[in-house]
């Protein structure tokens, strides 16, 4: 079935349809552009938010970039991102593959159209103009046959009439004569003109029409066919991304399963484990009588001017409070404002830093070197000694470089040796101090109950309980005759001599050796800064002289 049989008759209903259907073509194309526009937008604001929550830092400047949280969160804004990129894909492919193809196909469609309906219209008119033709034929025909036969009356009145004479009669003979001549060639003329119509007419409705209108169906079908396409590139571009997209959002996945919980916890420790030692206990400040002992950190004692000093009033000022308000540090080039731990990592990577600069440099330097051998070969390449500047230069800053790598080295191996001292764990590989002697106290018991939760849990610092007591009275007397040490030793703990005869010390400390244990658990030594007194054995790192 087609248009040219079925509706010969409906040129304006065909007329109507092929505008409406160009008309939803053009629809079609300005959904598609709002679409795009929504699109873009959705991928712009997407890229907006992604900007406002990316760090303002370098990954290697934020510390939060090695937690496994950040790190999600960061792949999980770059899936974002590129899932954005993906929106932006989809709108550029639907402006070009349909906005612009479709508008400039709806441009041809209309073209087309528009060329069909003026061949329609020129066959109506000339049709039109045949019918017209014959109408006109036609009565002239009509009017002829009335005048021959008013003629053909005429003559035969006067032909009857007794008073007409011979010359009118023949007169109105000739008269009717040439009226039925004249209407004799308006007949034929007529039937011409009939035959000349009805072959158009026929031509018309038969050929020339259906034809135009055949034309017109084709359009519209493959407007149609175009139209039902450019859907389907709807959610064909659609699909095309939807691989893209399926692995931005198994990226998100991936990024959420790699949140890690414990390696957050002890990348939180790794960056801010300071390697101090816990503070030990706080001491029992006697402000009730004062004493003469021997000077030390914890005890009262005389200073060199004479004069009484309070026990413990220097030290309460200079202990370590971690829970205080923390006064603003100066930055130093060795870090050593920094925590022990905190300190040999900066090094270590100040150290890293300066060796791969180091290797740079080297590298440019042989570089130059090769480039002035092949100079002075080939003297049409360069100048050689343009290249001396940028050796010497090299050759400085390899010189500068390695003075500093020693200079880190040296810092560095500093650093380790303080955290070696202060590590947790190297306290689990000394007891603690033994039971002070029989002669001591009852309450100095306590220490053996210190050693049994040593045993439990080797991680903790021993403990300082148990020395608030009086060790020997003796030890009054074992001062009064100096003597020259016997060897040299270095703390291992730190110590609070807060009882008769003991002698503060911190770790780290070196000390000089004055009597060796006598197998009762307590050494004496004497420090750098003046006093002498006994510490646990244990306590201590010895070599004799």
């Known amino acids: 079935m087609d248009w040219g049989t079925e509706l010969w008759d409906q040129f304006e209903v065909l ?15 300005k959904f598609v552009k709002e679409r795009t526009e929504v699109e873009q937008a959705y991928a712009k604001q997407l890229r907006s938010l992604v900007k406002k929550y990316l760090p303002k ?25 590129d899932f954005a990129g993906q929106r932006e894909l989809v709108a550029e492919n639907l402006s070009f593959r349909v906005c612009l193809e479709l508008a400039k196909y709806s441009q041809e469609m209309k073209q087309e159209r528009k060329l069909h309906f003026q061949e329609g219209r020129r066959a109506q008119q000339q049709l039109e103009n045949g019918f017209k033709q014959l109408e006109n034929s036609k009565r002239k025909f009509e009017r002829d046959c009335r005048e021959a036969e008013k003629a053909a009356q005429t ?9 007409a004479t011979k010359a009118d009669v023949e007169k109105a003979k000739q008269q009717a004569h040439l009226r039925s001549h004249m209407a004799e060639e308006s007949k034929n003329e007529y039937a011409a003109q009939l035959q000349r119509f009805n072959r158009d007419q026929a031509h018309f409705y038969f050929s020339q029409m259906p034809q135009i209108f055949d034309k017109l169906q084709d359009m519209d079908e493959r407007r149609a066919t175009r139209l039902g396409a450019g859907y389907g590139l709807l959610s064909e571009t659609e699909l095309q991304v939807v691989p893209i997209i399926a ?27 300071s390697g101090f ?24 004692g005389t200073p060199s001017d004479g004069r009484p000093e309070l026990r413990g009033s220097g030290r309460s000022r200079a202990k370590r409070w971690p829970f205080g308000k923390k006064s603003k540090t100066v930055v130093t080039e060795d870090f050593s404002h920094l925590p022990p731990e905190q300190q040999r990592k900066r090094l270590q990577q100040q150290l890293e ?13 042989e570089a130059l070197k090769k480039m002035k051998d092949v100079y002075e070969k080939t003297p049409q390449m360069g100048d050689p000694a343009s290249l001396e500047p940028r050796i010497a230069e090299t050759l400085s800053n390899i010189e500068r470089l390695k003075l500093e790598v020693q200079k880190y080295e040296a810092w560095l191996a500093e650093a380790e040796s303080r955290v070696l001292s202060n590590r947790g764990d190297s306290l689990g590989r000394h007891t603690r101090p033994p039971d002070p002697p029989a002669s001591a106290p009852p309450d ?18 021993p403990s300082e309980e148990g020395q608030d007591t009086p060790i020997y009275t003796e030890f009054d007397e074992d001062f009064e005759e100096p003597a020259s040490p016997i060897g040299q030793c270095v703390a291992i703990y730190q110590f609070e001599g807060s009882s008769e005869g003991t002698i503060s010390m911190t770790e780290g400390e070196d000390l000089s050796l004055m009597e060796e244990d006598k197998g009762d658990g307590w050494t004496r030594v004497r420090r750098k800064q003046g006093g002498e007194g006994y510490v646990p054995t ?5 070599t004799l002289n």
């Open 277 to 300: 030692a816990r503070p030990g206990d706080v001491e029992f400040e006697d402000f009730s009588q004062p004493m003469n002992r021997a000077p030390s950190d914890s005890s009262l």
């Open 247 to 273: 692995k931005c959002l198994e990226g998100m996945k991936v990024a959420a399963d790699a949140v890690d919980a414990k390696n957050d916890s002890q990348v939180l420790i790794e960056q801010h484990k």
């Open 15 to 29: 007329e109507r349809h092929t505008q409406w259907g160009l008309d939803l073509l053009d629809r079609y194309v």
């Open 444 to 461: 100095s018991s306590s220490s053996n109950s210190g050693s049994q939760d040593n045993k439990e849990s080797s991680e903790d610092p």
């Open 155 to 163: 003559a035969e009145r006067l032909d009857q009439d007794i008073n």
């Open 353 to 365: 830093d300066r060796n791969r600069e180091l290797q740079k440099e080297v590298d440019q330097r």
């Open 538 to 542: 244990s306590y201590l790192r010895v």
């Open 57 to 81: 830092r370098p990954a290697k400047d934020d510390p939060e970039s090695k937690f496994t949280q950040h790190q999600s969160f960061m792949q999980l804004l770059q899936e974002v991102n």
